[in-house]
């Protein structure tokens, strides 16, 4: 991975961290406002450079722990320690500061010994969380839950399981770069469906729309808010901010497991397409990989 790329201490499930030095090839040179109304764990923005930054996405939790983390801009220690002192009064293991998991539990769980170890603790937090909902918790069960992810059930619960991860150097990394980009940049937050949100801010000439959307033929959590009819209208949308003369590019899937995402396909012939060198590969079968085709879509620049 290149050394200046940031990675989001969200660790989001398909986020575009590994893509990002493909994809800051293909965006605008200079780039006076950015705007993302996918923004997830915010890896694209992170990586970008402009001068404000507004960004959306419609999980209430995910902007909720942007605005919070954000909020500890220039004051990253006092977040960090904030940190610290609660992992240690649940008595999680936090490798970054040498507080480990004992040999013997590792020789007896060779791979699942974080998770032997956490357990009792995680589901402690969980519990608190579910009954204070302080984001600072919420952030650590993200750390230390399964696979990082964000799950509520319908009664509005944290119901994650925990994971076999804790708070290690990748995650200090990626706080404190998180925290260092917004002590020294301008971002705007918004919690809506992306189409009310950009009706809303209603991108002009100067602006970049840089769009990762839910990919209507892969299988993420996060698509349950995405159907074909979501895709066309999406792609209307573009055709708009075509006509209006606003830069936009979009990530997308094609192909993927046999399927093929037909109505982008078409919809993507109008613009300039790039593929991109994906590392798509799905959480069940690490064997689709090469049955995958990911893009770019720009209405600018390039042959
Ligand atoms: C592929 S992810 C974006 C990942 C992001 N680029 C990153 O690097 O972390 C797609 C995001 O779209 C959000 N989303 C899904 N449907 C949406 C909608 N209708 N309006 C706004 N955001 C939506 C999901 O919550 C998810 O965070």
Redesign the pocket.
Known sequence: MKKDIVR?PFF?V????KLMPQLLRLFPDKIDTYIE????????FLNTKAKKYIV????KY?IELHRFISSYAGKSDELIQKMYDTIDSYGLSCSYRGIVVPEELKKKYVKTYYSHYNKEAYIKMRNDYNSNEDMLLLYLLLIYGFNHMIRFNGEGQFNLPVGNVDFNKNVYNALTAYLKFMSSNKIEYYNM??MSFLNRIKPGKKTYVYL???YLISGSE?NK??DED?ERRLCDYLDKLNDRGVRFGITNLINHKGRVNETFLAWSKKYKSYNINSNYISFNDNTVKADSKEVFVTNYGGA
């Open positions: 989001s989001y398909g986020d575009k961290y109304p996918f923004a997830g764990g915010g890896s694209s959306n996405d419609i999980d995910v469906d992306y990762d959307p839910p996060y808010y995405w979501e």
